[in-house]
């Protein structure tokens, strides 16, 4: 009779070294993930490591990793990087083409944590030469979703979701038939403003907005957070990774951030992802798969939790939620140009020229307008999706000419 499950398998010997690629060294994920790699000797070798504009974080970044390649995205940041990694052996290089051929060298896994539209390029071609990629960044999916989604097929490449949700029902959904997923449901904390009044989130201040009270994030994630549109783009994301239809995503505001996600089948049965909330834990569920690593990450007491609450979204307060999923459902683009607009609302609430929800009115309107004119069409490819990022951002950065001088677009 065939085993089914073993507990007391023999190891195998030590295994070679997995090649890792990092990009997004220095951020709040590539952080992570280097402790991650520092926790777990012998385990992994860095090929390369990219980061956006810092020079010396990158550099002891890379130093620390013991990475053969460090790539900034920034041309203006070469001398610093060169300088700060000189005798070290660590080759140095700068500008976009430059994070290209670190997603290109050689690797068993492409950690893909670049924040924003940046990250897009460079995930995509790591895609496109079949790496095995634990995918960080949303826009992607979000802004480039159906050509990422159509060249991971034709790359035959696995995506490991590094998002704690869809990790979350990455692993609850094992190796599930798809026509059994009756509905798939991605939590919120809820944020900071949980609790507060649709008039007091409105006037609630880019410090307020910061204060997540259980994840902590980049400003831009924390303050889509806070707003409950980090919920509604990762609905979009797991439309696309999941291939699921928006009918059959839910969202429910899970205050403990216990439970991340979780699958429900068309015999009844629900399966969870739990775990304590510390990006650490999805981060190496993605460095080990197929294994698991053993780690220092959080881990859950539940009884120490003692209790798991869960309400329905308020789109009321949160109608950044509501706008994200009426762009998923009505398709055409509008997930791109949502976003795009997105990305500059933030940035001008967190320069102080806009209220919270003006937010989610700003998005609203872009998505209308593009709509009217027709700019809003399905983008084919990476480049049709940039394309039209960059045109919605201009717009949407070009209505705050007559609030302030000040330049917002910073990436
Ligand atoms: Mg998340």
């Not at 995930?123 to 990422?148: D, H, M, S, W």
């Not at 995506?159 to 979350?168: F, I, R, T, Y």
């Not at 069409?377 to 919605?392: F, G, K, M, Q, Y």
């Amino acid at each position: 009779m065939d085993q089914i499950v073993s507990f007391s398998a023999p190891r195998t010997q030590a295994k070679p070294p997995r090649t890792i690629v990092v990009l997004g060294a220095t951020g709040s994920i590539g952080r992570s993930t280097a402790e991650i790699l520092c926790g777990a000797p012998g385990a992994f070798t860095v090929a390369a490591v990219a980061g956006g504009r810092d020079a010396l974080a990158l550099a002891a970044m890379a130093k620390r990793l013991g990475a053969s390649f460090a790539a900034l995205d920034d041309p203006k940041g070469y001398a610093a990087l060169k300088e700060a990694l000189a005798g070290t052996g660590i080759e140095a290089a700068a500008g976009p083409e430059a994070v290209i051929e670190a997603a290109l060298r050689p690797s068993d896994l492409v950690m893909g944590a670049i924040a924003g539209t940046a990250g897009v390029r460079p995930t995509f071609a790591a895609l496109e030469a079949g790496r095995t990629i634990a995918l960080a960044n949303k826009e992607c999916l979000v802004c480039a979703g159906p050509a990422f989604m159509r060249q991971a097929i034709r790359s035959g490449t696995r995506l490991l979701p590094v998002d704690s949700e869809h990790n979350a029902i990455f692993q609850a959904l094992g190796d599930s038939d798809p026509a059994t997923i009756e509905m798939m449901t991605l939590t919120a904390s809820g944020g900071p403003f949980r609790t507060w009044t649709r008039e007091q989130i409105a006037a609630a201040t880019p410090e307020q907005a910061l204060a997540h009270p259980n994840w902590a994030m980049g400003p831009k994630v924390t303050v889509d957070s806070a707003g409950l549109m980090n919920k509604g783009l990762e609905v979009i994301e797991a439309h696309y990774l999941f291939g699921i239809e928006p009918a059959r995503l839910d969202v429910l505001v899970h205050a403990q951030s216990i439970v991340h996600g979780l699958v429900a089948f068309t015999d009844g049965s629900v399966t969870a992802g739990l775990a304590a909330p510390d990006m650490k834990v999805p981060i190496a569920h993605c460095l080990g798969y197929p294994e698991r690593m053993k780690t220092a990450a959080r881990r859950l007491d539940l009884a120490s939790v003692g209790q798991l609450t869960f309400e329905r979204p308020d789109f009321e307060r949160f109608p950044a939620l509501r706008v994200a999923l009426d762009a998923l459902n009505t398709g055409r683009g509008l997930p791109t140009v949502m976003n795009a607009a997105n990305e500059i609302a933030v940035e001008a609430f967190l320069r102080k020229l806009i209220s919270f929800h003006d937010i989610a009115r700003i998005v609203e309107e872009a998505c209308e307008a593009a709509l009217a004119d027709g700019t809003a069409r399905e983008p084919d490819s990476i480049e049709d999706a940039l394309a039209l990022n960059h045109l919605v951002r201009e717009r949407t950065r070009s209505s705050f000419g007559t609030l302030d001088g000040a330049s917002l677009l910073t990436n």
